[in-house]
């Protein structure tokens, strides 16, 4: 009689999504009128496609392998942009946004690129699809 191993790998498994409730950050500040202070605070909770839209702002400010605190995986590559051709630049500012945001599960794809050229800087504004809806959104980049 031979023994069956195989039924381990047959086991029922339910993939679970992760829930996308989180803090608001409020990035632009509150000016106090008392003393015309920017006070950056996190101010209540986010979910569905505000919490999105916040994922995107902060995977696309934050430069990969640059801080600790994230995971390899975390953040766009920007900075081996400086001083390329145009060409050269647009083409790897697609594809370097479009693996970024991907790796978020929540994040179904991304397109619709445009560029628009300001003397050194380059400003990409795309699309991106979500479980939750669309999202139009920019970044600037110098190049």
């Avoid at 628009?116 to 380059?122: I, P």
């Amino acid at each position: 009689m031979l023994p069956e191993t195989g039924n381990i790998l047959k086991q029922d498994f339910k993939i679970r999504q992760m829930p996308s409730k989180t803090y608001r950050l409020n990035v632009m500040g509150v000016s106090d009128n008392t003393e015309g202070i920017e006070i950056k605070r996190i101010s209540g909770m986010l979910d569905g496609l505000e919490a999105v839209k916040q994922t995107i702002f902060c995977i696309l400010n934050t430069e990969r392998f640059d801080c600790l605190i994230y995971s390899w995986n975390y953040g766009v590559e920007l900075n081996g942009l400086f001083g390329k051709p145009l060409g050269v630049a647009k083409s790897k500012l697609k594809k370097r946004i479009r693996e970024a945001l991907t790796r978020d599960d929540r994040i179904v794809s991304v397109d619709a690129f445009s560029f628009t050229t300001e003397g050194r800087k380059l400003l990409v504004s795309f699309r991106v699809q979500t479980k939750f809806g669309t999202v139009d959104t920019q970044k600037e980049v110098e190049i």
